[in-house]
């Protein structure tokens, strides 16, 4: 046991991170992004070890939405103490349709072509809906709790087959933790709506 932590105390650290930022989310504090920065760069080190490199570069791009979000529900002009949540647009879903489709064609002709990728398929499919879903709890849009639902537990079962437990692990805990973030949330726009 011993040997295993110490061959895997990254993936470990990464996974606490990982964990409390989902925790601060559900609870809707600013502070998630910052430990969003943090876990984002450990499991771009992990995801590059294990050749999926569509979810590396997907945490390389977390740590960019986490800098991105931390302004957003901090620094901005909009910004509140208790985040405004609203419901997504049919232009904007459409819009991400598109996007989705057209990076997952994109990232999947790249990881075949021009990499060792272990699994090409799901690993674009879990970037690519985890981008999307990122930019859109970015713009407090609850719609991408079910984005979240859906690609944890397709995730959870890639990280089993790649054999990433500590990370199979977390990822089921994010599926739970995704439908209580979804009721959270849910609870938070029915009292704004009271409020109004």
Same mark, same amino acid.
């Given at each position: 046991m011993i040997d295993w932590i110490k061959n895997n105390y990254i993936e470990l650290i990464?996974? &606490?991170f990982s964990l409390i930022y989902l925790i601060q989310e559900v609870r809707q504090k600013w502070t998630m992004w910052i430990v969003g920065i943090i876990s @984002? /760069? &450990?499991y771009v080190y992990i995801f590059f070890d294990a050749k999926l490199y569509a979810e590396m570069g997907m945490y390389a791009y977390f740590a /960019?939405? @986490?800098v991105y979000g931390l302004y957003c529900w901090k620094f901005a002009k909009t910004a509140t103490k208790e985040p405004i949540i609203t419901h997504i647009g049919k232009k904007t879903s459409f819009w991400l349709v598109v996007l989705g489709i057209i990076l997952f064609g994109i990232t999947a002709w790249i990881l075949? =072509?021009? !990499?060792?990728s272990a699994a090409p398929y799901a690993d674009t499919l879990v970037a690519v809906l985890s981008i999307l879903a990122t930019w859109m709890v970015a713009k407090k849009y609850i719609e991408h709790w079910h984005v979240w639902i859906f !690609?944890? /537990?397709f995730a959870t079962g890639l990280y089993i087959y790649q054999e990433l437990y500590p990370t199979a692990v977390l990822f089921a805990i994010y599926s739970i933790m995704s439908v209580v973030g979804l009721l959270e949330w849910k609870k938070t726009m029915? =009292?704004?709506r009271l409020k109004k």
């Amino acid at each position: 046991m011993i040997d295993w932590i110490k061959n895997n105390y990254i993936e470990l650290i990464g996974a &606490f991170f990982s964990l409390i930022y989902l925790i601060q989310e559900v609870r809707q504090k600013w502070t998630m992004w910052i430990v969003g920065i943090i876990s @984002s /760069i &450990f499991y771009v080190y992990i995801f590059f070890d294990a050749k999926l490199y569509a979810e590396m570069g997907m945490y390389a791009y977390f740590a /960019i939405m @986490s800098v991105y979000g931390l302004y957003c529900w901090k620094f901005a002009k909009t910004a509140t103490k208790e985040p405004i949540i609203t419901h997504i647009g049919k232009k904007t879903s459409f819009w991400l349709v598109v996007l989705g489709i057209i990076l997952f064609g994109i990232t999947a002709w790249i990881l075949l =072509k021009y !990499t060792d990728s272990a699994a090409p398929y799901a690993d674009t499919l879990v970037a690519v809906l985890s981008i999307l879903a990122t930019w859109m709890v970015a713009k407090k849009y609850i719609e991408h709790w079910h984005v979240w639902i859906f !690609t944890n /537990i397709f995730a959870t079962g890639l990280y089993i087959y790649q054999e990433l437990y500590p990370t199979a692990v977390l990822f089921a805990i994010y599926s739970i933790m995704s439908v209580v973030g979804l009721l959270e949330w849910k609870k938070t726009m029915e =009292k704004q709506r009271l409020k109004k």
